[in-house]
Structure formats: C-alpha cells, structure tokens
C-alpha cells in the first residue's frame, strides 16, 4: 500500500517524470498535472481527504502560477499540505507561499532526500495540526508567533529565512526559540522534531 498519494504539478515533462519516478521509488502513490487548471480539474471531492495526501507545485508556470494554485485552492475550501519547487530560487515569492501556509519549498535541482523528507514532514505536521491528547496540550502552550516559529524549523529552515518569512530579526526567532523549547520541554532540535510531529 502506498505511505500517501502525492499530487505532482509542474509544466516541465521531464521534471514531472523523473520526480514521478523518484517519488514511486519511496513508496508514494503519484499522480502527476502539466498545470494548476489540470489538478483542479482531477481533483474530485470524493478524493478530498480520504487518504493522506500532499501537493508538490511549481512556483512559476505559464497559465496558472503555484501561488495562484494555492490562492485557488483555499477559495474552493481544499486543504492540502503543499511543498513548492522552484528553479529561480525565488526566495521573495516562496516566503509569500509559505505566509500563505506552504509546507516548505525546495530550490531545484534537490537532492532526492530532500524532497521526500519534505513530504514526510508536510504530511506529519498537517496529521500534528489535528493532533489531540499530550502532544497537542504541549503545543497549546505556544504563543501564535511561537507556534508559526516552530512551523517554519519542521520545515528546515535557517533562522535567517525564518526571520525573513515572519518579517522579525534573527534575534527574534532566537528568543522564539528559546521560549518554545522551554515550553515543550526539550533540549534539542531532534527531540523538538519528535514532539512537534507526534511521536514524543
């Protein structure tokens, strides 16, 4: 049985092909679109979360752009953990992405690892946000501000980019930090990962 079904979106041939492969390879059902307009289209409500699933999207693509995508998506009340690719490493338009609640975004080219991890993770942390019981009494605790700071470290990003997207200094995102790890009780990045996505 596949681990989760990937909705693959790119206008690139062979980028859809050699992702659609890499991903097959670790264990993901794929179904790959040559534009936004395309998965809409296919994306019947009687897929709508029934089964864990995830949107990988270009930024940049011809008839409709991946911000566009996103935009269209929460108009239509889909919601769906979603990574952006981007081969222009446009940083300002992947910090609006992920203001607008993008998983992550990866610069092409990636390495293999890195897209399926961000997967992993786009999926566990939309499992987390309906998470109840400790992990979610632990997670309560955190301030908006805070809890948007740990969104951004489960997607491994830099202090520097995390400061960026949230608009705040790196001094800032430190002291986030600091005060959210105290709070969940841990000590380090790997138990942090562990109690943000479950598993503690």
């Given at each position: ?28 059902e794929v179904l790959p679109f ?76 990636f390495g293999e690892d890195a897209l399926v991890d ?83």
């Amino acid at each position: 049985m596949a681990e989760a079904r990937v909705y693959l979106v790119d206008d690139n041939a062979g980028f859809r092909d050699s992702t659609a492969w890499l991903l097959e390879t670790a264990g993901f059902e794929v179904l790959p679109f040559a534009s936004g307009p395309e998965f809409i289209e296919a994306y019947g409500a009687d897929r709508h979360g029934a089964d864990p699933e995830c949107l990988v999207s270009d930024v940049r693509m011809p008839e409709m752009s991946g911000l566009q995508l996103q935009e269209e998506l929460g108009r239509r009340g889909i919601v769906l953990p979603l990574v952006f690719v981007t081969a222009h490493g446009d940083v300002p338009l992947a910090v609006e992405a992920m203001r607008k609640g993008a998983s992550n975004f990866l610069e092409k080219p990636f390495g293999e690892d890195a897209l399926v991890d961000a997967i992993r993770a786009a999926l566990a942390n939309a499992r987390n946000k309906g998470a109840v019981g400790a992990v979610g009494e632990c997670l309560a605790k955190l301030s908006p501000r805070e809890r948007q700071v740990l969104d951004l470290v489960i997607a491994s990003k830099p202090n520097k980019i995390i400061a960026d997207i949230l608009g705040i200094s790196i001094k800032t995102v430190e002291l986030h930090r600091a005060n959210m790890m105290s709070k969940l009780g841990v000590r380090s990045l790997p138990e942090l990962m562990k109690v943000a996505l479950g598993h503690a």
